[in-house]
Structure formats: C-alpha cells, structure tokens
C-alpha cells in the first residue's frame, strides 16, 4: 500500500514539475515576444506616421514585410502556447491557423525580392528609377505579392479538400497544432516541399543577382560610390533576413523529427529552446535590422517607443 502511495506521489510530483517548466517557458519566451511585438507595432505606426514614409517606395515594402512579420510572430507564439499547455484543437481551427501562417510567411521573401530590385534599380539605373520605382507600381507588385500567397493558400485548401475527413472519428486533433499534422496527403506533403524550395530559390537568385549587379555597377565611375555601397550592405541585410526567415520554416519538420527519438520530458525542453532560436529569434530581428538601421526611420521610431519624450530629428539620408 505504501508503495502505491508513493508512486502516486512521485506522479504527481513529476507532473507538478512538469507544469512549472511550461509555465515558466511559456512566461520567459511570452515576455520577450510582447516587447518586441509593441516594438513591430510602433514601427509599423511609424512607417504611417509622416508623409515621407508613405510617398517612399522602399517604406511601402518594408511596411508590407513588417506587417507579414508581426502577424506571423503573433501567430508563431500562439501556437507554441497552444502546444506547451497541450491544448489540442480541431482540424478546423488548426487549418484556418495555420494557413494564415503560410500567407504571411510567403509575403516576407516575395516583399525582400521586390526591395532586392528596387536597390537594384536605384544604382544600376539611378535615372530610370523616380519613373520605374512609382508609388503606383509599388502598389501594383503589393498586390501581385498577397494574390499570389493566396493563390497558394487556395491550392493549400484544395489539396486538403482531398483526405477523407468523413472516416475520421472526430475532427479533434490527437497532436499539437502543427504544420506537419495538417499536410494530410502525401500530394499536400510534395506540393510544400516543392513550394518552399521554389520560394526561398527564387528569392535568393533575385537578391544575389541584384548584389552582383550593384558591384559591377559600383565599378563605374559614374556611379555615386557612397549609394552603391549603402546599396549592397542593404542587400546583405535581405540576404541575411532571408535565411532567417528560411530558418523559421525548418521549425516544424525537425519537431516533428526529434518527437520520434526522444522522451517526451526531454522533447518538451528542446521544444522551448528550438522555438525561441528557430521561429520566434528570426522574426524579432525585422524591426531591429531596418529599423534601428534607416537614418531616418530611427530617430522618429525612437521618439514613438520613448511616448514623445524625445523629439525626433528627421533626416532625409538614404
């Protein structure tokens, strides 16, 4: 009887361990996505907040890839609370999320190849660029970007509309929330693989080959050497923010690797870990690369995080 009591108590002390492990995962990785999503929501209110900004194409994009960003962080954190506190949702639900999360995810490296060209633009062809790089046809390439994120979220919900759902006993899920659990099909699992390599190979090319350029262009001597080296320093950044970003997209398939060889109490710490410098690392690093970055976005940004109490100082550097 003793013995039985005592393994009951073990149990319950593991488990009582256990939940403070999530909870104080949970508090130490929420607290740090808060303050840099008030962060991403000040800039975006910057990016909005004088007229500079908004007639500026380069803006307009980072606006756009800021926005993808912030939603995608928000998202990200919620479904890693979602699965610390093992609250499993149904199918539904999960989709609708997760789907969301794949729009946003493919706006952020379409939107760094459109500022890839711009840059490329802007040295290689400095007197084209006020009549190619227009408010106007930034709008349009916007545009272009989410009609064709939905375009594959379409073929997303398509690919889905194929699995049985009807010989399902219940469409509660028996996993975490996850990517891997919703590509149902073999031909979902394929058409991912295959839209991810396509995405992230084409966004590389772009931007290699706009950095390329703007060394070769910098070699002119009728090119203003302080903007081509601006210019392709800028184009590190894209470069480095795009791998960032193809790092958050490892996330789920080396989760679902690693739930398969190790113990659930040791998966559950790694999960944290992975989390934090995998998913949640990459997407707050948007706001400080740019933004800190821009001459011109920083002292108003700061004048916006401090409430006014330091007043900006514009600057119209490039």
């Not at 009591?5 to 929420?30: A, F, H, K």
Request: charged letters at 15%.
């Amino acid at each position: 009887m003793s013995d039985t009591s005592g393994s009951q108590t073990n149990i319950t002390d593991r488990q009582q361990v256990q939940l403070l492990e999530r909870v104080t995962g949970s508090v130490l990785t929420t607290l740090p996505c808060c303050v840099f999503l008030f962060i991403d929501v000040t800039m975006l209110f910057t990016l909005r907040s004088k007229p500079v900004f908004c007639e500026t194409s380069r803006y307009v994009l980072l606006y756009n890839l800021l926005f993808a960003d912030t939603v995608q962080m928000a998202l990200g954190h919620l479904l890693y609370l979602v699965a610390a506190f093992r609250l499993f949702l149904t199918y539904p639900v999960c989709g609708f999320l997760i789907l969301l999360a794949c729009f946003t995810t493919t706006i952020a490296p379409l939107t760094l190849l459109v500022m890839s060209l711009e840059r490329y633009v802007a040295v290689c062809y400095p007197l084209r660029h006020t009549t190619i790089i227009t408010i106007r046809n930034t709008g349009v390439a916007i545009v272009v970007i989410w009609a064709f994120s939905s375009l594959n979220i379409l073929t997303r919900v398509l690919l889905l509309l194929e699995f049985p759902f009807k010989d399902l006993e219940s469409l509660q899920m028996k996993e975490f929330c996850s990517g891997v659990y919703v590509l149902l099909g073999p031909r979902s699992k394929d058409y991912d693989r295959a839209f991810i390599c396509v995405l992230f190979v084409s966004a590389g090319v772009a931007i290699s080959f706009s950095y390329f350029g703007v060394i070769i262009a910098a070699r002119s001597a009728s090119t203003d050497k302080a903007s081509a080296r601006k210019a392709r320093n800028t184009l590190l950044l894209h470069l480095v923010q795009l791998c960032l970003i193809l790092s958050s997209t490892m996330f789920d398939p080396l989760f679902m690797a690693l739930s398969g060889i190790l113990t659930r109490l040791v998966f559950v710490r790694l999960y944290t870990v992975l989390y934090v410098c995998i998913s949640l690392f990459p997407r707050c690093l948007c706001s400080l690369i740019y933004g800190i970055r821009d001459q011109t976005i920083r002292p108003v940004l700061m004048h916006h995080l401090c409430c006014g109490f330091l007043k900006p100082a514009v600057s119209n550097s490039k």
